[in-house]
């Protein structure tokens, strides 16, 4: 299985604040990599598939970056809205599998 | 409108089976693998197996191969997750996830169940 890890575990940042969050793959994928964001008692919502496609209605101020085996989560501008946990999905192959996740919360 | 509506939560006692469920609408059952996902109490997300409605295509993580049964009837455009024994390991939320092909591969999971919550007691 290939594994998933994501950097920091968590991080806690202001609204204006830039953020990064890393994912690396144990071996390349390509750019088959989706991110998604998930609130307290909410399904995951799709973010960025195949490593940089923003989905249609995700503001631009997240983006997606990286290929083979490190990739890269952006929020430009951290807005309230965008407080949760964000997780990325390997869809190279089988079975995907999921990093353990990045909790965004408020400084 | 696309979404996937699944069944409502479930308690059950360990040793007893279980069999929760997934409807798709507004759109093509049989276009789309369709999958599902745990996630257990405070923990992160774990993909279980995917199926392709119609062509009898299933892939199972191997961590889940044996414990758990996915299915579908494409005459009611429902997927299913069942299980013939629960454990209380089995307790958390499970979600259905209609998985995107384009040319090459998946490109992630574009539409999510509200998700399920199994409680399994002992």
């Known amino acids: 299985d290939i594994q998933m890890t994501q950097s920091p575990s968590s991080v806690s940042a202001s609204v204006g604040d830039r953020v990064t969050i890393s994912c690396r793959a144990s071996r390349a994928i390509g750019s088959w990599l989706a991110w998604y964001q998930q609130k307290p008692g909410k399904a995951p919502k799709l973010l960025i598939s195949?490593?940089?496609s923003l989905q249609s209605g995700v503001p631009s101020r997240i983006s997606g970056s990286g290929s083979g085996t490190h990739f890269t989560l952006t929020i430009s501008s951290l807005q309230p809205e965008d407080f949760a946990t964000y997780y990325c999905h390997q869809t190279n192959s089988f079975p995907f599998t999921f990093g353990p996740g990045t909790k965004v919360h408020i400084k | 409108e696309v979404q996937l509506v699944q069944s409502g939560a479930e308690v059950q006692k360990s040793g007893e089976s279980l069999k929760i469920s997934c409807r798709g609408s507004?759109?093509?059952?049989?276009?789309?693998?369709i999958g599902w996902v745990r996630q257990m109490p405070g923990k992160g997300l774990e993909w279980m197996g995917i199926l392709y409605p119609g062509h009898s295509d299933i892939r199972y993580n191997p961590s889940f191969q044996g414990q758990v049964t996915i299915s579908a009837d494409e005459s009611f455009s429902t997927a299913y997750l069942q299980w013939r024994s629960l454990r209380a390991s089995d307790t958390g939320v499970y979600y259905c996830?209609?998985?995107?092909?384009?040319?090459?591969?998946?490109?992630?999971?574009?539409?999510w169940g509200q998700g399920t919550t199994v409680t399994v007691s002992s």
């Open positions: 507004g759109y093509t059952f049989t276009n789309y693998w």
């Open positions: 195949t490593a940089s």
């Open positions: 996830a209609r998985h995107v092909m384009v040319p090459g591969g998946f490109s992630g999971v574009d539409v």
